[in-house]
């Protein structure tokens, strides 16, 4: 059974820096992709950062980029989002979620267009919140 549980959300001032992490269990770990996910009040998931099942390979989203980063450490079956430079419109709740990639469909190309949309995933955390004091 799948279980993510991210952790790191809070109140941060603007300027700040925060390192959310999502602990993955119940699968084989390198076989999946994973992304982050923020949602605002009242609006649709938007895709912040995803990494791919070996972590050589990262995506962050346009609007994120020189902010956002994203690692993976496959052995403690973990993910990170590191976010510095916190902007008030960056409140939301942050979820990860976890797309399983068969050996057989390991493309970069098709990773990068498919890994920034949440109907891509399976399976998902509970969200922690991060709340960006301006």
């Known amino acids: 059974q799948v279980q993510l549980v991210e952790s790191g959300g809070g109140l941060v001032q603007a300027g700040g820096s925060l390192r959310l992490s999502c602990a993955a269990s119940g699968f084989t770990f390198d076989d999946y992709a994973i992304g982050w996910f923020r949602q605002a009040p009242g609006k649709d998931r938007e895709f912040v950062a995803a990494?791919?099942?070996?972590?050589?390979?990262?995506s962050v989203a346009d609007s994120r980029q020189g902010r956002f980063s994203i690692s993976r450490d496959s052995a403690k079956n973990t993910v990170s989002l590191q976010i510095h430079s916190l902007k008030f419109e960056d409140t939301g709740v942050y979820y990860c979620?976890?797309?399983?990639?068969?050996?057989?469909?390991?493309?970069?190309?098709?990773?990068?267009?498919?890994?920034?949309?949440?109907?891509?995933?399976?399976?998902w955390g509970q969200g922690t919140q991060v709340t960006v004091a301006s």
């Open positions: 990494v791919t099942w070996g972590g050589g390979t990262t």
């Open positions: 979620a976890v797309r399983y990639i068969p050996g057989g469909d390991r493309n970069l190309e098709r990773w990068k267009v498919a890994t920034r949309f949440a109907t891509s995933y399976s399976d």
